[in-house]
């Protein structure tokens, strides 16, 4: 498979924290070192991983939580024309271990903002399928 990248993004908001941001974070992408990181005045944590590999705590709870097909259907739809896969997880839930696609009017604390460089049907399929589950 062509190489993959990884990158989370996540704004950290004046009233959060920034450890329980990172966990939430790492909840889902595993044991990536999360960097902090200001960007015109606004406080971010990212990482970023390569290999399809580092998806491997994200895909196993998809899985778990039993959302596969939901988790296909969306990203298919978005990832249709694009060179990669992008998506937004609600951060709540990432607290909580759980995977929730981010909907904009349901979290007033704004997303973690997932990028997935790579071929958006291979990266889908690893996500979602449900060999080797």
Do not use: C
């Amino acid at each position: 498979m062509a190489e993959v990248i990884v990158t989370v993004k996540a704004h950290l908001n004046p009233t959060e924290s920034e450890e329980k941001l990172a966990k939430a974070m790492t909840n889902l992408f595993g044991d990536a070192s999360p960097q902090i990181s200001k960007e015109h005045g606004v406080t971010y944590i990212t990482f970023s991983s390569a290999g399809i590999n580092s998806l491997q705590t994200l895909k196993k709870r998809i899985a778990s939580d039993r959302i596969r097909d939901a988790t296909r259907a969306m990203l298919s739809r978005w990832a249709a024309k694009n060179e990669k896969v992008t998506f937004q997880l609600n951060r709540q839930a990432a607290y909580a271990n759980h995977v929730s696609i981010y909907h904009a009017s349901k979290s007033p604390l704004g997303p973690i903002e997932v990028e997935i460089e790579g071929p958006p049907e291979k990266i889908i399929e690893y996500l979602t399928g449900k060999a080797n589950a």
